[in-house]
């Protein structure tokens, strides 16, 4: 398995340097040969988390190692299936290093396999753990295409050229899908939470910052839809938000243990 890391890693390295030399380039060729590296990467990442699931006996996405590599595999999936459907090569030059960013954090967490607490023995584990890495990854994606939005918009494009309206719209949609999972997330956890330890919710810092990310990306759609904010205003808020899921994904963890500190377990 940490063999398979290792080629992961270096695989996602690859195919986001060919990426972004293509990206600069335009070289097709380029691009197909950045597709063929991702492709390979994400085959030995994924018989990775096989691997361990099988070795663990579960879904492996108990702890930080491996809720960080789902998060990752996440990521270059959707990038992957978004090109393929939008033939927007912008999205996979957004989605490859969020991919190899956290695989690599991913790395240098505790890897033993160790059994589940009781706490964590609920059918509602699949649910709430999977939603919450199909939200992360989501508005990983639509943050690397606000930060790509900004910097083409610092080199002299026009807001009204048609890719800068895909970059905004596609990134809206990719926050559109991570809100309706941060939901799934939030409510899943809520009735978990009740049967775990009889309550609710208990304002553990997960949950807090849960919650606060939720609200602003509540906030991000109401401008979006109510106020009809477009292009960069809304760049804008995509990077600050997606500060606030990485430190509930991480730093939350670390700086404010709670009932999710096993989290950082290995």
């Given at each position: 398995?940490?063999?398979?890391?290792l080629?992961?890693?270096?695989l996602?390295?690859?195919a986001m340097?060919?990426q972004f030399a293509?990206?600069?380039?335009?070289k097709a060729?380029?691009?197909?040969?950045a597709h063929?590296?991702?492709f390979a990467g994400?085959?030995a990442h994924?018989?990775?988390?096989?691997w361990?699931?099988?070795?663990?006996?579960?879904?492996p996405l108990?702890?930080?190692f491996e809720?960080?590599s789902?998060?990752a595999?996440a990521?270059?999936v959707i990038?992957?299936?978004?090109?393929?459907?939008?033939?927007q090569?912008?999205v996979l030059?957004a989605a490859l290093?969020a991919?190899?960013l956290i695989?690599?954090?991913a790395?240098?967490?505790p890897r033993?396999?160790r059994?589940?607490?009781p706490?964590l023995?609920?059918?509602?584990?699949?649910l709430h753990?999977?939603?919450?890495?199909?939200s992360?990854a989501?508005?990983a994606?639509?943050a690397?295409?606000?930060?790509?939005?900004l910097l083409r918009?610092r080199?002299?494009a026009?807001p009204?050229?048609?890719?800068?309206?895909r970059?905004?719209?596609v990134g809206?949609?990719?926050?559109?899908?991570?809100?309706?999972?941060?939901?799934?997330?939030i409510?899943s956890?809520a009735?978990?939470?009740?049967?775990?330890?009889s309550?609710?919710?208990?304002?553990d810092?997960k949950?807090?910052w849960?919650l606060i990310?939720?609200?602003?990306?509540?906030i991000?759609l109401h401008?979006r839809?109510?106020?009809?904010w477009?292009?960069?205003?809304m760049?804008i808020?995509?990077?600050?938000?997606?500060?606030l899921?990485l430190?509930?994904?991480?730093?939350v963890?670390?700086l404010l243990?709670?009932?999710?500190?096993?989290a950082?377990?290995?």
């Open positions: 398995m940490n063999v398979l890391l080629i992961s890693i270096l996602y390295f690859a340097a060919v293509a990206s600069a380039g335009k060729g380029l691009h197909r040969i063929g590296i991702l994400l085959t994924t018989a990775m988390m096989v361990r699931g099988i070795a663990a006996g579960r879904l108990a702890n930080q809720f960080a789902g998060f595999w990521v270059a990038g992957i299936v978004l090109r393929a459907r939008l033939k090569e912008a030059t290093p991919a190899f695989l690599s954090y790395a240098f967490q033993e396999i059994e589940l607490m706490a023995r609920s059918s509602w584990f699949g753990i999977g939603s919450a890495v199909l992360y989501s508005f994606i639509s690397g295409l606000a930060v790509t939005y918009l080199k002299g026009s009204e050229d048609g890719t800068m309206v970059l905004d719209y809206y949609r990719l926050i559109c899908f991570g809100f309706l999972m941060l939901t799934v997330v409510f956890g009735i978990w939470a009740e049967q775990a330890w309550s609710w919710w208990s304002w810092p949950e807090t849960a990310t939720w609200i602003f990306y509540a991000y401008q839809l109510r106020m009809k477009r292009g960069k205003r760049a808020l995509a990077v600050i938000a997606i500060i899921v430190f509930t994904f991480a730093g963890n670390w243990p709670g009932l999710h500190s096993y950082t377990a290995g």
